[in-house]
């Protein structure tokens, strides 16, 4: 019996020993700041190469994107390469949506809160750096905020999912594992021991991104839209869906991760997408349809389609009968979804738009499970979520995001970019990182007005040129890709 006990207790002395080397390990390494994350660690994509948004001007004082970029990614911006006392620095990092498209950054929200931080608290000197770059998915906005933390920031604001779908890349090489094996792997990653010695496997076998199975990509993105009839790229394939979801939310993770590591504070943005009015890119049958179901469903379609003026609930009964033989194809939830709406159902409208977005083949909307991996993330990391969706919905009738607020499929109007800088402004507030004065509101919505009242009609003009070419190539009808107008 005693001989058992001191099995044990030998045992567990050992393991504690143990436990207790690598944590002093680990804490040596923090002190010395070796083993951090990569921004090269992507199990999922490798790149081409790697090259900082921002580079220093000729006279070495300011950090700017050259112009090689914001041709056709980025809109032009700067930033003090000294940063000044008493200066507190935002990047917002994203797609076209941070950039303000189809205009552009003088319309963005990031404009917007720059002038409401500044009407907010004077007496602060406010640095809101627009990263918006055009097609930029989550995974190229990972080495933009690995880059931005050597430009003493003081706060990023992460708004991304809309352009997970728009690149051509594989997963193939990507293990399926369960939620247990994930969540480990993502405590496990974060330790410094692990990056020092996946640092050291990959040096020893000259493991790269085409040794591991990783597709290579363009230094900056390639849209499958840019190019003519590049929808018909686009097709139902699981595999790369469930790859992307999993992708998107290592990029969401490990964007928070380093910012906490860097001790800087994160804020993510849940972006809006159109439903009422913003019907499918592209539809896909059902597999294994027969040619008598096809007819079937072709029939019940055409005949709900024929009902539209005289009896639209005779449609919505047709309609539900055609997705009875074929619940896939995502242009009839949608024509449902428009019936339920005029006939005075919106909650069943919205079922139908939500379930027409998810099946869109051409998924230009953030789609429901990235938004679940969004939320996910920023409760189980305590990370600020600004949800930017649910705000701008309030806007419109029926509580259905539409062109009330939204000019296209995901662009808000500029009434939306201004709600979604007040929302951010408010959360900011909330965390002690602006003291605002009193009764500051009313000074910044006069703000608002001077500033919008200061643009030039070419600017307008240039968005709305913008705008008709984006909603071009969002239906697959593009020529050549589209460039960034100037501010």
Same mark, same amino acid.
């Given at each position: 019996m005693r001989n058992g006990r001191r099995r044990w207790l030998f045992r567990t002395v050992a393991v504690v020993l143990g436990l207790s080397m690598f944590v002093l390990l680990e804490l040596a390494l923090a002190v010395l700041d070796v083993g951090g994350l990569n921004e090269q660690d992507d199990p999922f994509v490798g790149f081409d190469d790697v090259r900082p948004?921002?580079?220093?001007?000729?006279?070495? +004082?300011?950090?700017?994107?050259?112009?090689?970029?914001?041709?056709?990614?980025? /809109?032009?911006?700067?930033?003090?390469?000294?940063?000044?006392?008493?200066?507190?620095?935002?990047?917002?990092?994203? $797609?076209? +949506?941070?950039?303000?498209?189809?205009?552009?950054?003088?319309?963005s929200f990031t404009k917007w809160l720059q002038l409401s931080l500044e009407t907010a608290q004077p007496e602060r000197n406010w640095e809101v750096i627009n990263c918006g770059g055009i097609s930029y998915a989550s995974y190229r906005l990972v080495p933009i905020l690995e880059e931005c933390i050597a430009y003493e920031p003081d706060l990023f604001i992460v708004c991304t999912g809309h352009n997970e779908f728009l690149e051509e890349r594989t997963y193939g090489h990507i293990k399926q594992t369960s939620a247990a094996m994930k969540a480990t792997h993502r405590f496990v990653s974060q330790l410094r021991t692990y990056s020092l010695l996946w640092e050291a496997y990959q040096s020893l076998t000259q493991a790269d991104a085409s040794s591991t199975g990783r597709p290579n990509l363009s230094v900056d993105a390639d849209a499958l839209l840019n190019y003519k009839n590049g929808i018909e790229a686009f097709h139902r394939d699981p595999v790369f869906r469930s790859g992307v979801i999993?992708?998107?939310?290592?990029?969401?993770?490990?964007?928070?991760?380093?910012?906490?590591?860097? *001790?800087?504070?994160?804020?993510?943005?849940?972006?809006?997408?159109?439903?009422?009015?913003?019907?499918?890119?592209?539809?896909?049958?059902?597999?294994?349809?027969?040619?008598?179901?096809?007819?079937?469903?072709? =029939?019940?379609?055409?005949?709900?389609?024929? &009902?539209?003026?005289?009896?639209?609930?005779?449609?919505v009964q047709l309609f539900d009968q055609a997705l009875d033989v074929d619940d896939e194809y995502a242009a009839t939830h949608y024509e449902l979804g428009r019936c &339920?709406?005029? =006939?005075?159902?919106?909650?069943?409208?919205?079922?139908?738009?939500?379930? /027409?977005?998810?099946?869109?083949?051409?998924?230009?909307?953030?789609?429901?499970?990235?938004?679940?991996?969004?939320?996910?993330?920023?409760?189980?990391?305590? =990370?600020?979520?600004?949800?930017?969706?649910?705000?701008?919905?309030?806007?419109?009738?029926?509580?259905?995001?539409?062109?009330?607020?939204?000019?296209?499929?995901? &662009?808000?109007?500029?009434?939306? &970019?201004?709600?979604?800088?007040?929302?951010?402004?408010?959360?900011?507030? *909330?965390?002690?990182?602006?003291?605002?004065?009193?009764?500051?509101?009313?000074?910044?919505?006069?703000?608002?007005?001077?500033?919008?009242?200061?643009?030039?009609?070419?600017?307008? $003009?240039?968005?709305?040129?913008?705008?008709?070419?984006?909603?071009?190539?969002?239906?697959?009808?593009?020529?050549?890709?589209?460039s960034t107008q100037e501010p």
């Open positions: 948004l921002f580079v220093l001007n000729e006279s070495g +004082t300011r950090l700017e994107i050259p112009p090689s970029r914001h041709k056709l990614y980025f /809109a032009p911006e700067s930033f003090p390469a000294k940063k000044k006392k008493d200066t507190f620095r935002v990047f917002c990092l994203g $797609g076209s +949506t941070v950039q303000g498209r189809p205009y552009s950054t003088d319309t999993a992708h998107y939310e290592h990029n969401v993770r490990r964007m928070i991760t380093l910012s906490q590591n860097a *001790e800087i504070p994160l804020i993510l943005m849940r972006p809006p997408s159109n439903l009422s009015d913003c019907p499918p890119f592209k539809s896909q049958h059902r597999d294994k349809l027969s040619r008598e179901e096809l007819a079937r469903w072709q =029939t019940l379609v055409q005949q709900a389609q024929n &009902h539209y003026r005289d009896d639209l609930f005779q449609s &339920h709406l005029l =006939t005075g159902s919106p909650d069943l409208a919205r079922e139908s738009f939500l379930r /027409a977005r998810e099946l869109d083949i051409c998924p230009l909307r953030m789609i429901a499970p990235l938004e679940n991996v969004l939320t996910d993330a920023a409760a189980d990391t305590g =990370t600020p979520l600004v949800d930017a969706y649910t705000l701008l919905e309030t806007e419109c009738r029926h509580g259905i995001l539409s062109g009330e607020i939204l000019v296209d499929h995901v &662009h808000p109007k500029f009434r939306g &970019h201004q709600l979604i800088a007040n929302a951010l402004t408010l959360t900011m507030t *909330e965390r002690g990182w602006v003291t605002p004065q009193v009764d500051w509101k009313e000074r910044r919505d006069r703000v608002y007005r001077q500033h919008f009242d200061s643009l030039k009609s070419i600017y307008f $003009g240039r968005g709305l040129r913008e705008l008709k070419a984006l909603r071009a190539w969002a239906a697959g009808r593009a020529k050549e890709p589209t």
